[in-house]
Structures are given as structure tokens and as C-alpha cells.
């Protein structure tokens, strides 16, 4: 991870000040506010600021079903009821907000998620860090075979060693060449004081995907949850899945109740088609179904096998 | 269905006029273009335009995946699978605009799905018509005791007739009001040289939620899906479950591939908790499981139950 | 403002408790958190929570500017230069969620802001409570004979009275009938054994668009200035102004210097066609310009004359 | 521009077909329509569909308006009335889709418009052409000295050819050792039988920001304009504004009215603060004010008098 000296001192700062709020606040999250959590090899992620907790969803909920059921339900059953059910109005009462150092193609997956608010480092006004994304030797693989997008086995030990090389001297060279371009050293200074220096929104073009970028990123409860449901998933390229797991992580810490419902309706679930309901009936009753009875294509079959193995 | 003259003729005007396009055009969907279909007692829903076909939904797909997979999957299955994964983005590819006559109550619950473009009647400009919805005599229910928020048996034929009657008044009562308070007859003129008249965004609120409205609105088939998954559901309220069903019946028309797997994958479907999922498994092998040892609430054993049965 | 036992209690107790937070903190929001601000004859706005400030808006705009401009600007000059050239991300780091009661045609103008979450009161669960608006007799006025959509002069001293008698009149008969259909008391008790009752979805359809609702509505900073940019505009209807400017000054007390930058490059702004621009330069060049030589329609002429006045 | 066989092909095929409709059609855009725009050294832009005409947006509009108003304004009035104060859910009833190839770094700057559809060609399935942007000569300018984001004067002739150079040989090198990562030559045949080859989706972060990619991109009109009015302005970097005034010259094509309004009351118009509409007062009045006198920010009062000398 790398953290900036200013940025260390100004989390410093941050921590040392509480104020007195009426607002809900929830002490296991304030426990790690503004802190950096280390991720990939120059990344990090820490929650800047809050809003809500898991009586703000039950609250809004509340809202909706008016005085009539009021006393009826438990907070952990009304919460496991909204999720089941797919109501998402009432998560979107709860917000969070999050500063995050990423590499760029990471970024890139990341701003798919279109209902959030992004406020990103601009390579046109700043110079950016001499940092970029070398993936640990444990994760150069070769494609997948049976997934079309995935990484399937570990590459031989010598083919990993010349890709990480490869990856390391070209990525040196276009931070080098992007200075170079600029005329300015790593401090701001001026290089050659006969040149000019390019215009940086045009210098760094010559970065690379793997170079890191910043944002602030804000988002609701509900939102989030969709970010997760896809991003913290086997099928998510392995660099993002890491920042989404340590979103879940931080989530779980904000709001229990409502993560534990995530992992139990959303992340731990399956849904199955019309057929795959019909192929199903017939197993539970006591029929032995396979693949070319069911009804369903392959891939569908295999898949349906999988999620009732827990898988 | 109560269609104006003005509106009549501008039809018949519009599907006299055909041009050549170069787009993407689907006869099926042509062939209803503009005509109202009756819903209610004085609404209606109409196709204005659309863009797209289920073809438009394979294309975007393809961009996705590329040169790589360009001739592996055919339509169809390529369909299946989008829907099956959850992936939103190629169906946001096809869009559809209607014109929808509908009572104020319908379009308070219809206007919840923000991820669409509305353009209604503005009671503040114009005099709304003489029109409120009063429902059918065997929609007169009483209030559900299973589900909260539904109906349940048919009320005594006199206290249906009571209802009926009062609906009726009510609503002429509130529509004569209005008119009295604007001092405007039906077809605008004075009714009393001796007064000013209430403003009409004032005179308005006195009208009951029964009130027919009007609007144009616009969507994509990604959200026209999700407005459908929860409007045309059993538990949605009668009356704007008959809108959702109508336009169930153009999507058909409009792009039959993506209707099926909808039906397939979504309103056919369902979603089983990770703890549901662990029952069902015991129910695959052949134990014998019940509510007391499912490990799940009553509620969600009864969904799951309801789900294998194809309810 | 008619608030409920219930609500009271629910608002003594949360102001009660506070806790330490490291999160930024306003205090003179803190100071009016929960408490209802009363509006219209029934009607309130209390701010639930709120996330961020000033601070968190120069925060991620400087994010974005990186190093290179750290120091450069102060908050107030940085926000005033973010408002004049339409920066809308920073704003959108700061939330704020309300509790409102309003009028129902109010909500129905409200809603149609699509960006902000909502959790309204729903009258299929819940039975509504016996109050509706009615204008204040200053309020009754004729429809605008230059503004097609909004109020005029004030109703004759008879008319009023009328219109006021009707109003009342017309909203006690439609809750009355509503108990009736409903077969329920104000405190839940049914009315006649002998009656099922309607079901609640179907007995709201009667209630009148002046019957009170309410919701939590959740929205960050850039949305709720182009809320108020619109809704706190002489334009809009009294009712929702009403509303409008209560919010606008809540958003004084939460982010001053935002408020203050709102005012000067939002609401006390005029922008000005490219016509207009050539006009205006003629005048500030000394020549004598009016409407038939402005190259201006009549409309756009007055609207400039108007801005230059500061109307 | 480069531009694959297979689309060529695929392009005349789709010119061939043409078809009957009902839909509101628009010529001269059904002139261009698949046909791509050369842009930069190897992008492109071309209509794919698109859904609606400047009438559809009066119609729209007059729906909102009722019968009140149906014949007093003239087509192109209401439309730069519409425009003029800012209404903007007329403009999103019509719709456009776009076919882009583009450098990653534009593409970059293009997403933060989140209201839009997007499918991206993924480099974790395919593998993307040999193709990065290199400036041309007279793009390579020095970073302003007044606007601390853009380009200022251009570099000398030596400064450039070095520049250029290096640009060309790192995005050569880049691609080429992408594809050693991957094995494969350009016709997806692999290199070395020895090797696995490494994953798509890691090779890849090893090109750099001036790589195309390849994009279907949606949007309705109203949004397209909120993207005209940030990418076509001045301030926009080079190489996104090259896109966006092609992307006007189609929106001229397409909604002709809607076009002449948009650049007489958006990208030609000012907007002037409160302050700034004092001084213009006294101006208009006939007094001599500078930037001393005129209680402007020396940056505020430098854009009043461009705006005034009409740049």
C-alpha cells in the first residue's frame, strides 16, 4: 500500500477529532473510519463517511407498512423478509462512502455500476504516481478453458517469471517515458529546461491500464449490494473481487443484520428457472432425473447441479 | 375506454402514413401501432414507438464478447443465457414508448419505477375529464387476511352494491364540484358570468384518486422487465396488473425471444435462500423434510413449497 | 401540523441520545435534527439524518484536481467556482434524508424528481389518517390570465367562502365514506359486525387528492438544488413552495457556503440565449434597444428585461 | 479509420434492407444511418437506431399542456420555449444509438455520463486489434499556463518528433508484448507451442490509455445534450470534443429545431450570477464599470466580458 505522508497525517487529524451527533452511529464502523485497508500491491480502500445503520432500513420499511403492522415483526426477520422478497427502496435509506486506490482497468469494471457518485483524480490537472498493478506470481494464469472469460491453471514457473518481467519493464518505461514527456522528476521539477513538456492530458496516454487511480466513491446500501452480488462473485476477475471483499468486510461491520440476509438471499442463493422448478419437483419426489431427462440445456443442468451442492 | 374524437382521427392520420426505414422494424408490433387497447372502464394503453427487436438485444451482446465467441451461440440460446445470468445491459439496447390513459392511483404506484421518461397531463394547465374509475362489481373484496396489503373474499352482494353506489357518487360528486369550483362547463364554457373560478391547480385537489390521468411514457426492455416482475405478480393490486398484463401481451408481439425467457427465467422462476437450498438438497437425497426440521421460518417454507409445486 | 403521540415520544427519545462520532458533523443541523417543521394546516418536514458538509464537497473536488492545486483555493471561492461552471459530482458527496407530510397532489408533483429514494406511507397496508389540506382563504385564487398554469387575483369574499365550505365539505364526506367502506373507526374498531369491510387498496381510491400522506425521502446536495431550483421558483405551486423554501433554509443551516453559492449562481441567476447576448451587448455599447429591435420574441424580451431588473 | 471486413460486409447488408413503417422516420439521418464517421487515426462513429423526431418532443410536451394550450404555439416556438426554460423530459421521449470505436482514455471521460446504456467490447473475451491512437502533429501542445487542465501553445518541431516517436514505440512495444503474453499472432493463432499463454484479462493490462475500444452507446436526447453541452465546449480535452461535434452534426441531421435551440439557448448562451446581473444593470444603464467596480471575482468578471464579446 502506499499512502502519502500528507494523507497519513491527514487521517491522523481525522481520528483525533469526535464530535457529539444525535444521528445513528455505529461504533464497530467508526472503529475503523478514514483507516486504510492494504489491498493489491499499491491499493487501498477506507470508508470516509456513513449514514444510516440497520434501524434506518427497518425504519423506512416501517414507513411504508404504516401503524397496521408496526408491532408484528422483529428487526432481523423484517430485514431477512426485504431481502427474500427484493424490496429495495428501504436499503436505499442507508449510505456509505468510500475512498479508494485502484488500478485503472479495476476502475474501469467498476464504473459500470452507474448509480453511484464518482469524484476521480484528473490526469489532465495532476501528475499521477509512478505506481502500477504487478499481479503476485500466484495469480498469472492462462486462460480458462471452460470459462470464456476467466483465468484457468497457474502458468509454468518459467513463462510467470518472463510475463512478470515483461510486465515490470514495461511498465517502468511508460511511467518513465510519461515523466519524460512532462519534463518534470517525480517532485515537479523540471528535467531538461529546454523543453517545453507536454500537456498531461495528453502525456498520459502512454500509461498503462495497470496504473493507479483514485476516486471518492458513494453509494447506497441497495446499491452496493448489487456492486457485491457480482463483483465479490467466483466469476469477477480476481482484482476487483478483492476490493469487493473487502467492501463486504466493511459491510458487515456497518450493517449485521442486513449483511447477514445478503449472504443467506442474495450471495448464498440460486434461482431456478421454470423447467429447472419442474426437473426439481420430480427429484424431491423421489424420481431420478439426469441431464438428458431434465429438460435443460448443459450448462443450465450443470449449474443447477452446483447450487445444490453448495457450490 | 373513452377516446376522444381528436384522438380517433389523429390515429387514423397516423396509420395511413408509412415510410422506408433502414431500421430495425417488427411487423407484429407494426400491425397494433397506435391502437388503443381497452383497459379498466375508461383507460387504455398504446404503442407510440419503439427501437429495437430482439436482434438489437443479441448485437450489444456480441460487442461484449467480441470477435471470440461471434458464432458460437445461436439467438435463442444466446437470449436464455442473458436473462439466466442476470445480465441487464443488452436489453437496455431496445426501447419502447406508450401512451397510457390510467387512474391517479394506478400511476402513483406505476411512477415508484424511476428509471423512465414521463410526460403526463398537467391538471394545473388543463381541465381534466369527466372520468373515474369505478371497479367492476367482482372486484369488490374484502381486505385479505393472509396477506397484508391484498384482497380477499368477495363482500356480500348488498354490501357490494353499498360500496358501488357510494364509489359512484362520490366520484360524480367530486367531478361536479370541480367543475363548479373551475365555473366551466364540460366544454369550457362560464357557467356563471357572476364568478372568477378557482384556479385549476387549486380546484384539482378536490378530485379523488379514482380520477382518470394521462401520459406518454418511455422505457428500455431492461426496466420494462422489472416493471413487469413486480406488476404483473400475483401479489401486485388488480388494476395495475391488468396494465402490466397488456403490455406483457405487446412485448410478445414486440420481441418473442426475450418474452420467453422472461416468463422462463424470471416470472416462472424462483429464488431459494442458502438455507432453503441446504432443505432442498436433503429433499433431492431422499429425506423426508417438513417445516420443523427445514431449518426455515413458516413463511419462507411455505414460498418454497409453493415454488416446487409451480405456484 | 398534526403530529402523532406516537411521533412525539419517537422524536423526545432520539434527541435524548447521543453518541461521539468521528464523522463530520454540523451542529447547527444537529440542533433541529428530528423536529418537526410544521407546514400547511397539516403538513411537516423534519430532517432524519444528514451525511457530510461544505467540507465534503471541496473534499472530492479536490480529489479530483489532485496535488497540483491543493492549496490554490479557498472552500468558499472553490464552491462558488464549482457552482458557476456547473460541477455537479462534488455536490452529489453530501446526503440528507427528510421525514415529510404532505398532500397527495403535492407528492405527485414531488415524485417526479427521479433521483432520490423513497419510502412512502402505503394505504394498502395502512388506513390513512382523517386529514386533508385546505387552502388558507388568502390562497383562493382565480386562474392567471398571463401564466397558463398558475393563480391570479384573489377569489371574491363570496366565491372564497363558497369554494372554502366546498372543499371542507367534499374532504369529510370522502373520509367518512372511506371509514364506512373500510368498516373501521378512527382507532381500528370495526363499524358493523355485520359488514366484511373493503379491502383497504380499493376503499383509498376515494380519498381526494388533498388527503395527507407521507414518506422518507432521501436525496444528496446536487439533487436537492435542482429540487429547489424548480420547486422554490415563483413558478411553482404554492403548496410545494411551501415545502421548497423550508428545505432551502434547512440547506442554509447545513451547508451555508453551498446555500449562499445556490443563491448566486442558481436562484439569482438569468441565463441568456446567444440572441439575447447580442442584444445586451448592443445596450451595454450605449445603443438604445427595445423589444421590436432586440431580435427577441416578445416572451424572451420581457424574461430579459425582467432578469436585468432582478425579478 | 479502421474498419474490419466483416463490418463493411455487415454494413452493406444492413443498407440493402429496407422496410416498411408506421414510425415517425427521419430521412436524412436514415442517409448516414450504419454508415461509420471517421474520427481521430483509427475511431469512428456511426448511428446504429434511433427512436423519435422533433415532433415527438412537442407531442410530448402537449400531452403535459392537454387541449388547453394544443394550438397555440407553433412547433419550433414551443421547442425553444422548452429549451429555454429548462424542461427537459420532452427531450428524452426521443432516442439514439451509437456504434463508437475509440481510445480507452476518451472512453474514459465518456462513461462518467451515467445516464446512457453501454455494451464495451471485454478484453477478458476477446482480444483487441493492434490499434492505438497517436496524436497528430499540431495536437502536441505545452499544458496551459491558464487553464490549469488543458493544452496551451505547441511544442517545438524537435520537442514533437521526439514525442511522437515515443509514442508510436512504447504503444508498439506494448501491443506486441501483449501479444506474446497472450501467444497468439494477430490472427489468434498461437505463437509458441511451449506456452500457455497468459489470461486475456491480465495481458491486457499491459496496453496502454491510447488503445481503441469499441462501444454500442444509448442514450435519449436530453442527455445527449447534457454530453453535447460538456464534450463540444471549449474547455473539453481535443480528442473527446473531435467525437462530440461529430455527434452534433448527427443531432443537426436528426432533430433539426431541436439543434438550432440547443446551440441558441445552451451552447451559445451565458448564464450570469446574481452579482454579475447587478453590474450588467448598471452597465445597461449606462455606467462605467470595471473589474474594480463591478463586485466580480477577477476570474468572474473576465468570463462576463467574453461572454458579452460573444466567445
Known sequence: MSISDALEREIGEARAQSASTL?????????????PIPLLDHG?????????????VVQAA?????RGTRKVSEDRGLIHY????????????????FHVKLPIFVARQWIRHRTASVNEVSARYS?????????????????????????????GADEARQVMELLRADGERAH?????MLNEDDDGQRLDAARDGLARELARIN????????WYWKTDLHNLMSFLRLRADSHAQHEIRVY????????????????????????????????ALKALRRMVDGERVDEATSGLGAREWREMQAALRGE
Open 23 to 35: 444521528r445513528p452511529t455505529v461504533p464497530a464502523l467508526e472503529e475503523i473510519l478514514f483507516q
Open 44 to 56: 487501498f480502500l477506507r470508508v470516509i463517511d456513513y449514514m444510516g445503520d440497520d434501524a434506518a
Open 62 to 66: 416501517r414507513v411504508s407498512y404504516g
Open 82 to 97: 426485504l431481502m427474500r422478497h427484493w424490496h429495495s427502496t428501504p436499503f436505499e435509506m442507508a449510505t456509505i462512502k
Open 127 to 155: 501528475v499521477l504516481d509512478r505506481e502500477f498493478y504487478v499481479p503476485a506470481p500466484d495469480q498469472l494464469k492462462a486462460q480458462s478453458s471452460i470459462n470464456r472469460q476467466g483465468r484457468g491453471e497457474a502458468l
Open 176 to 180: 518513465a517515458d510519461y515523466a519524460w
Open 207 to 214: 500509461l498503462t491500464l495497470a496504473t493507479y487511480t483514485q
Open 244 to 275: 469487493a471483499e473487502a467492501m463486504s468486510a466493511v459491510m458487515a461491520r456497518w450493517v449485521p443484520l442486513t449483511h447477514e440476509a445478503f449472504l443467506e438471499h442474495r450471495l448464498g442463493a440460486a434461482t431456478f428457472s421454470a423447467s
